[in-house]
């Protein structure tokens, strides 16, 4: 039986799982050395920053038989200079023994849907240097590396159309 997969964007009723995901998250980039601290968000901060009158950031949910088991957190961006919106990938994450599933590249291709339909000129994140499986996703995917900042890669996702 094939698993029934569905990207969507998140509500204000998915604070809690978004909590939760974040939470993942940190543990996740603790095991890579990209965090050691502990988060300070709550589900009142991302009911009022991503629900909010003026939403600061946007994420998308992963589900796989109705259960959310990963996201996308992100926020556009704008260049004066090429007069160009883009955006800034935040947060991907696949809970633990889903990663490599493909379900992350469901996550990637939904936001770049979602990028293509907001006109924005590319996709932009960074990720821990000591994470070389997800660097190899990202290449897979047709994403660069735009720049090194000592050993931690700058990626950009071109999007055509």
Not at 76 to 103: A, H, M, N, Q, T
Not at 113 to 125: F, G, R, V
Not at 134 to 158: S, T, V
Request: charged share 30%.
């Amino acid at each position: 039986m094939e698993n029934k997969v569905n990207v969507r964007k998140a509500i204000k009723q998915d604070s809690s799982k978004l909590l939760e995901l974040i939470e993942h998250k940190a543990e996740f980039d603790r095991s890579m050395n990209g965090f050691d601290g502990e988060i300070s968000t709550t589900k009142e901060k991302i009911e009022r920053t991503l629900f909010g009158d003026c939403p600061f950031a946007h994420a998308l949910l992963l589900e796989v038989d109705g259960e959310a088991l990963g996201f996308a957190l992100f926020h556009y961006r704008y260049s004066s200079f090429s007069g160009e919106p883009s955006i800034w990938l935040d947060d991907l994450l696949v809970i633990g023994k889903y990663r490599s599933k493909g379900y992350g590249a469901e996550l990637m291709h939904a936001l770049k849907t979602d990028a293509e339909k907001s006109l924005t000129s590319h996709i932009s994140w960074t990720a821990s240097p000591y994470n070389t499986k997800a660097h190899e996703f990202y290449k897979k995917l047709g994403a660069l590396i735009e720049r090194m900042d000592c050993q931690r890669p700058y990626f950009r996702w071109a999007i055509c159309g």
